[in-house]
């Protein structure tokens, strides 16, 4: 039986005086009660988490404060309560926040690793791991800085009809997908995929590094720019080509999940956030195709999912283990423990959230809470399985399993096993997290667009990387 929840409402008001309150009192002030920050903000959603709060309270007599903060505030407010000695006592995060805040010297690793001792690494992804993993330049020497928790992975929805009626298979690796998708436009006069494409943006910027890391290209490695390498311009080529597949132009990221909902794609590259919202689960994001005006769950029912893409290495030997490792653009959350918090108290409330209290902390938004810890020694699917068992979008009338069947619960922790971001868990970090914010990669978009051999394309990709390099 699947099990469903419906988190309660509740209006929830942070004022610029509350969010200084939110900083924990110094330890001696504070027994018994903890602070937690959490980015999940909505009032629905904070009402969900005060929830798993009111539980961990009741069976273990400490307090909860449930402070919804967004991730800048987050980091301004963790720098500021440092400097005076005022920090909160656990922190929901992301992992490139979690590293720079080790790097910083702002957290408590060691009652992290206490955590993941008695909860098992092993049952943890190991992807998510390395993704909040800080290695030192001149050691070599790596710290585990925060517990992983959840997030969402890049998957591909693709029409099964469609894809049929073109006479095209499930494409199982990029080389494949842009074939399949310049097949489908061509036979159908359809979209072939629709995906962040534009030139400049950050939907261009997430399309490069999904596509990119799927075909096996790296943006640096131990130091070394690499994006001019023969995988990135074999990469940049066929980046090309899934944006040729279009017969309506460029997308971003909404405009894309648009053309699919509308039946004017036959593909589209989206986040896990998609599959309510194909089910029709999502009053604000209904499906609009022809045929779900008669049958609103129309592209659920013909609706597949690739959730992990083969690296070009998957199939032969090759003495680079890390090119035949999938890699699906993704992100993370996890559990940070500020340096002179709490560390007792802070310590079981993580283990209750990614313990007993795991599936109603996923069930907060189910569709972008996959699990990290996807189960026990024991059960080691026991928190995949019953992610998939909960409720899911807006309305939670039904489960990820319900609708979609058990193969595809087992697929989305395949594909968040693979969940990478260049550079992560290495020094390279920083640079990759510039060249994403500063959206570098993307401004070489127009050229390739209007023909300019791949290999200049990445070339200049690599002298503009190299410079951010230089100036760090």
């Not at 500021?80 to 992992?95: F, H």
């Not at 993941?116 to 800085?145: H, K, R």
């Not at 399949?180 to 995906?195: C, M, N, P, S």
């Not at 802070?346 to 938004?365: H, I, K, N, P, S």
Request: charged share 20%.
């Amino acid at each position: 039986m699947h099990r469903r929840i419906r988190p309660s409402v509740a209006v929830v008001a942070l004022t610029a005086a509350a969010l200084l309150a939110a900083c924990g009192a110094p330890a001696e002030e504070q027994a018994g009660s903890i602070t937690f920050w959490t980015p999940q903000s909505t009032p629905e959603r904070v009402a969900a988490q005060e929830a798993v709060a009111e539980r961990f309270t009741q069976e273990t007599g400490i307090e909860v404060d449930v402070v919804p903060l967004a991730a800048a505030d987050q980091d301004q407010a963790l720098v500021t309560g440092a400097a005076s000695g005022e920090v909160p006592d656990v922190i929901l995060a992301g992992a490139s926040q979690v590293t720079s805040w080790q790097s910083q010297g702002l957290l408590d690793t060691d009652v992290v690793q206490e955590t993941l001792d008695t909860l098992d690494p092993a049952t943890f992804n190991e992807n998510a791991l390395g993704a909040v993993t800080v290695q030192d330049a001149d050691t070599g020497e790596s710290t585990i800085a925060a517990v992983p928790s959840d997030g969402w992975v890049h998957l591909i929805a693709y029409r099964t009809d469609l894809l049929e009626a073109a006479g095209v298979e499930v494409p199982t690796t990029v080389a494949e997908l842009a074939q399949a998708a310049t097949t489908v436009k061509e036979e159908l006069d359809v979209t072939g995929i629709a995906l962040g494409t534009q030139s400049g943006t950050a939907s261009g910027t997430e399309g490069i590094e999904s596509i990119f890391q799927s075909a096996g290209c790296r943006l640096v490695s131990d130091g070394d720019v690499t994006i001019d390498s023969p995988e990135c311009t074999e990469a940049a080529g066929l980046f090309k080509e899934l944006r040729d597949s279009s017969v309506a132009g460029d997308y971003d990221v909404e405009s894309a999940r648009a053309a699919y909902l509308a039946g004017d794609a036959a593909m589209l590259l989206f986040s896990t956030h998609i599959l309510d919202e194909l089910a029709n689960l999502d009053e604000a994001v209904p499906p609009s195709c022809e045929q779900c005006t008669d049958d609103p769950e129309f592209l659920a029912k013909n609706s597949g999912f690739i959730t992990v893409l083969d690296p070009p290495g998957a199939s032969a030997s090759s003495a680079d283990d890390d090119a035949a490792t999938p890699a699906q653009f993704g992100a993370t959350l996890a559990y940070a423990v500020p340096a002179h918090a709490n560390a007792d108290e802070a310590r079981q409330y993580v283990e209750f959230v990614l313990g007993e209290g795991y599936a109603d902390t996923l069930a907060v938004a189910t569709e972008g809470r996959l699990p990290l810890r996807t189960g026990t020694p024991e059960n080691p699917t026991e928190y995949l399985d019953a992610w998939g068992g909960l409720g899911f979008g807006p309305k939670v009338e039904s489960s990820v399993a319900e609708v979609y069947g058990d193969d595809l619960v087992t697929a989305m922790g395949e594909g968040m096993s693979a969940v990478a971001r260049w550079g992560q868990g290495t020094p390279d970090a920083t640079l990759a997290g510039l060249v994403a914010t500063q959206g570098t990669l993307a401004q070489q978009l127009d050229p390739l667009y209007r023909g300019t051999d791949p290999a200049d394309v990445t070339g200049q990709m690599a002298t503009d990387v190299t410079a951010l390099q230089q100036d760090q």
